[in-house]
């Protein structure tokens, strides 16, 4: 079942730890169904990237926690988005900046705007 702008929106997303450890319970009882609506509350993931989120969760990997490891995952897995994105930034066009990392991720518009304003704070990091 993997959408792969799913999954990239789930390992891009910030998730409270907190969310995280109870969703890893639930699933591991078997209530796959409230872990992920746990996810969901606990973040700004829709119901898909969610789903992808849980998975990656039950495999042992962790999601990020806040928008500044987000980022980092970011620019482990599309350097070259975060050089376009730094780009729009350096140019004032932060909507764009948003828009774009939406189109390409899958990310929902609170979490590519946080991204976004993460990567404008860090001036002179691509």
Do not use: C, F
Request: glycine fraction near 12%; proline fraction near 5%.
């Amino acid at each position: 079942m993997t959408n792969s702008k799913a999954r990239t929106a789930a390992m891009i997303t910030p998730v409270g730890q907190e969310a995280q450890d109870e969703a890893r319970v639930l699933a591991r009882d078997g209530r796959a169904g409230k872990a992920v609506r746990r996810l969901r509350k606990g973040s700004w993931l829709k119901r898909g990237p969610a789903r992808e989120a849980l998975e990656l969760l039950v495999a042992g990997q962790e999601l990020p926690t806040s928008s500044g490891q987000a980022l980092e995952v970011l620019r482990s897995l599309d350097a070259p988005l975060v050089g376009e994105l730094t780009a729009l930034l350096d140019s004032g066009q932060q909507i764009a900046a948003v828009k774009l990392l939406r189109e390409r991720t899958g990310i929902d518009l609170a979490g590519g705007y946080h991204l976004v304003v993460e990567l404008g704070s860090r001036p002179g990091t691509p």
